[in-house]
């Protein structure tokens, strides 16, 4: 399996809209990633690091799961210039990627 992480990071200076990310992106995402190759997306909203005092690093990290490196290289050259052209509707941050393989 494959997970595209995709980090949003949290500073000072950072907006994060979750209603419309979890309403309007997340749907999105799915709608054109899941006919190519979508297994799952999973959402994590960062409330807190082990030191209580310190603000989270990334405010949503959102992790596409595909069932292998070639679905998801489709999926994501067909899909992510118009799916990042959605990011600044609910930041104003870049966000940060990671292509992982679960182990």
Do not use: C, W
């Amino acid at each position: 399996m494959i997970r595209v992480s995709i980090y949003y990071p949290n500073t000072t200076a950072s907006k994060f809209n979750l209603e419309y990310f979890l309403t309007q992106h997340v749907p999105l995402v799915e709608g054109r990633l899941r006919p190519v190759g979508l297994e799952r997306v999973e959402i994590d909203e960062g409330i807190a690091t082990p030191k209580p005092d310190d603000p989270v690093p990334f405010s949503v990290v959102e992790h596409l799961v595909f069932n292998n490196f070639e679905e998801m290289q489709t999926a994501l050259g067909e899909n992510s210039e118009m799916l990042m052209a959605d990011v600044p509707n609910f930041t104003n941050v870049e966000p940060m990627v990671q292509i992982n393989r679960v182990v």
